[in-house]
Each structure stands twice: as structure tokens, then as C-alpha cells.
């Protein structure tokens, strides 16, 4: 068999990423927070200078939101504090990583609004948390478990595997199960039938089915999957978010109960809910405007490149 230089490199990056990573962690836990803190500061300004695709999108799109209403130079100092955020909640999360004592954990994060999480769970029939890339979304999937609350997340496997496994060890280390996204549809429905919680995130432009709604004045694709999964489960909705506070730690807030749209037209009832959900994403993002991922491209799918590539895949097919 040929030698294959690039392959051994890859192998060997892989080999070696899985000990730096968790030396990282061991690092970030064995440090005072307020010294991880300052040194994600310094990370992300780094990361901000450095990541030019990532800092020119995150541009582009506040200056197509908020254009009208902001300079150039307040815009760059935005974009500039979400990649803070970014790095900041990481970097938190990883020096956190141990922590499953529950009054510690709730010294970090602050809960505004469970009575509402609580009620629609003890109607039985399972609640959809939906939650944005807003400030470390890492904590608030986990923080449903932390409450005392049988949950699950929907999640796409990443890129690099052995960060995945990581991940998933510390979200069960709070009580979270994992699902991942591939063939997971009917896991999800277990989930809701059993009365559950499932975490679920709605804010990214994603190769999963979806419709176009309006966020942010534009129209942007959009997952269905939660209006789906209430319309044909019962399965109440309730909106959530993780934020960054004054104080550097965070405040968890629930949100009301989130009605669903049931008239019997099922391509309707999709659209109206999922419509209604992306509005609660906007409020929240517009409240939190430097703690969302502003380098997502939220809004590349458009009407025309869908149906190029609805075109194409079905040209494939024969």
C-alpha cells in the first residue's frame, strides 16, 4: 500500500488532539475563573484578528440588520464581542466541567422563569425547549437536567470526533442525553411520548428540512422539525435562553409557554409555528445582539439556491 503522507498527518493531528484537549481542560479547571476569563478575552480578540471569513461575515450580516441604525466602528466593536462571547463561554464551560453539585451550579447560573418549564412538564407530554446560539448554549441544555428535569438534546455530530465524545461526556455528567441528529426523528418522539424534555435548536440555517420565515426582516431557512414534532406528539413548546450577565457569570431565562398553531392544515400549521418560534429567537437575539452567533450564515439558503439544489439532487437520482 502507497504511503499517503497527508492521511498519516491527519491520523497523527487526531491521535495527539484528544490529551491537548483534555490537558486544556485540566488547565482551565485548575486556574482561578477570573484568570480563564481575562485569557478568553485576549483568545477572542485573537480569534477576532485572525478568523478573517468568520469576522467579515459577522459584519456583513449586523451591517445588513443594523445597517440603518449603527457605524461602521459600532458594528466592528459588536462583532468583536460576540467572538469574545464565543471563546468566553467555551472556556467556561470546559473550566465547569466537573461541576454537578447543584448549588454551586446555580450560583453560576441564575434561573428567571421556571414555573413556566415546570408547569408544561407536568402535563405529561413532553416539552420542547428551544433554545438559540445565544452566550453558552452548551449550559443551557444542561441546565434543564440540573433543575431536576428527564432531558435530551438533538444534535449534529461535529467534525472533529474525539471534541465530540468530550462533549457528550460532560453533558451526561449533568444528567443530558444525547441524540444525535442522523435518523433520530422517531428517538425524538420516545422522547416527547415518555413526557420529557427535549432540547431543541431552531436559529441556524441548516441542510435539514425547513420553510422560510421572516428573522430579522429577512427571510431565512428555517428547521420545522419542532413544529413537526408538537403538531403530531401534543408536545408544548417553551422558549429558553442563556445569557451573559454584568457580573460575568449568567442568567437562564424561560419563557411562557409558546402556543401551537393547530387548524388541520398541516402545511399552514408548519409555517405559522415555525414562524412564531423565529420570532421568539429574534427577541431574544435582539435583546442579547453581542452574544449570538453573528458569523453563522443564517441567511445562504435562499429560495432560488433550494431549488437548484432540489433540482440537482433529484438529477441524481436517475
Not at 10 to 24: D, G, I, N, Q, S
Not at 160 to 181: D, P, Q, S, Y
Not at 260 to 284: S, Y
Request: glycine share 4%; proline share 4%.
Amino acid at each position: 500500500m502507497k504511503f499517503d503522507i497527508n492521511t498519516f498527518r491527519r491520523k497523527l493531528v487526531l491521535l495527539l488532539l484528544y490529551p491537548f484537549l483534555y490537558l486544556t481542560v485540566l488547565v482551565f479547571r485548575a486556574l482561578p475563573i477570573s484568570w480563564t476569563r481575562r485569557f478568553s478575552s485576549f483568545v477572542g480578540k485573537r480569534f477576532y484578528s485572525m478568523a478573517d471569513k468568520s469576522r467579515q461575515r459577522a459584519l456583513a450580516n449586523l451591517e445588513m440588520i443594523y445597517g440603518n441604525e449603527t457605524t461602521p466602528a459600532e458594528r466592528e466593536a459588536m462583532a468583536k464581542e460576540v467572538f469574545i462571547e464565543e471563546i468566553k463561554s467555551f472556556f467556561d464551560y470546559m473550566a465547569y466541567s466537573r461541576l454537578t453539585n447543584k448549588k454551586r451550579f446555580f450560583k453560576l447560573i441564575e434561573v428567571e422563569g421556571e414555573e413556566h418549564l415546570r408547569a408544561a412538564y407536568e402535563k405529561g407530554k413532553g416539552v420542547i425547549c428551544l433554545i438559540p446560539h445565544l452566550s453558552s448554549w452548551e449550559f443551557a441544555a444542561i441546565t434543564p437536567p440540573m433543575l431536576g428535569y428527564e432531558t435530551s438534546a438533538a444534535s449534529k455530530s461535529m467534525k472533529m470526533k474525539l471534541l465530540e465524545t468530550l462533549m457528550v461526556k460532560f453533558r451526561a455528567r449533568r444528567g443530558m442525553k444525547n441524540i444525535t441528529r442522523e435518523g433520530s426523528y422517531n428517538k425524538l418522539i420516545e422522547v416527547l411520548h415518555k413526557g420529557e424534555c427535549l432540547i431543541l435548536m431552531i436559529d441556524q440555517d441548516t441542510k435539514v428540512k425547513g420553510v422560510f420565515v421572516d428573522f430579522m426582516g429577512r427571510p431565512a431557512y428555517t428547521p420545522l422539525g419542532a413544529s413537526r414534532l408538537a403538531l403530531e406528539t401534543g408536545a408544548l413548546i417553551v422558549p429558553m435562553v442563556m445569557t451573559r450577565k454584568e457580573d460575568d457569570n449568567y442568567r437562564f431565562i424561560i419563557y411562557p409557554e409558546l402556543p401551537v398553531i393547530h387548524t388541520g392544515n398541516l402545511k399552514a400549521d408548519l409555517l405559522e409555528n415555525t414562524q412564531r418560534q423565529t420570532t421568539v429567537m429574534e427577541e431574544m437575539v435582539r435583546a442579547y445582539p453581542t452574544q449570538w452567533v453573528w458569523m453563522h450564515r443564517r441567511w445562504k439558503t435562499t429560495p432560488e439556491s433550494l431549488a437548484e439544489y432540489k433540482k440537482q439532487k433529484a438529477e441524481n437520482k436517475k
